[in-house]
């Protein structure tokens, strides 16, 4: 898994510097989530493009057409046809997660996973990324995710900190103090 990482964290450095300099970081990295997703989306063209038996030529081929389907721009369309032709087109989605932490660094924000029992309100959700701004310093883009298997509460992960402000957490927090004494 590490060396997927480690794969994926190089590719999306070379995009990310191409992208750079063209001045258009962020309009890249849009587009790069809608090729990933539509290769996720069509289980024919994934076989085509996971499949180590078909011609890198003929990946490559399809992965630009995939690319330039969605209407990705040029610089998308060779990155994708490279990362199909080298075999690498199953690490995309790590490729994406990679590319998208190069950007929001650049630009000064951080992604916060947030697990919540019941959807957020548009207000819950501007209070939660606030106090989330304020104790990190940085602009929070929050991800959202209904977990059934909540209480109530929220748990957000941002990088390696994560706040747990669950009922199923602060359920736990009682039991441990109450078998301490």
């Not at 258009?24 to 994934?46: F, P």
């Not at 330039?68 to 046809?81: N, T």
């Not at 957490?169 to 103090?177: E, K, N, S, T």
Request: include cysteine.
């Amino acid at each position: 898994m590490r060396s997927r990482e480690r794969t994926a964290r190089r590719y999306a450095k070379a995009l990310y510097d191409v992208a750079r300099e063209a001045g258009a970081t962020e309009a890249i990295g849009n587009e790069m989530e809608q090729v990933a997703a539509a290769c996720a989306g069509d289980a024919a063209a994934r076989d085509v493009l996971t499949r180590p038996w078909i011609k890198p030529a003929d990946r490559r081929a399809v992965a630009a057409a995939i690319a330039q389907k969605v209407g990705a721009r040029k610089v998308v369309q060779d990155f994708i046809a490279l990362v199909a032709e080298r075999g690498r087109a199953d690490h995309l989605p790590e490729i994406v997660e990679a590319y998208r932490t190069l950007v929001d660094a650049e630009l000064g924000r951080t992604r916060a996973q947030v697990r919540t029992a019941v959807a957020l309100t548009a207000a819950e959700k501007q209070q939660l990324s606030g106090k989330l701004e304020r104790a990190l310093g940085k602009r929070i883009i929050l991800e959202e995710q209904v977990d059934a298997t909540l209480l109530g509460g929220f748990i957000a992960q941002v990088g390696s900190l994560i706040l747990d402000g669950s009922l199923d957490g602060q359920l736990a927090r009682l039991r441990q103090r109450l078998a301490r004494g």
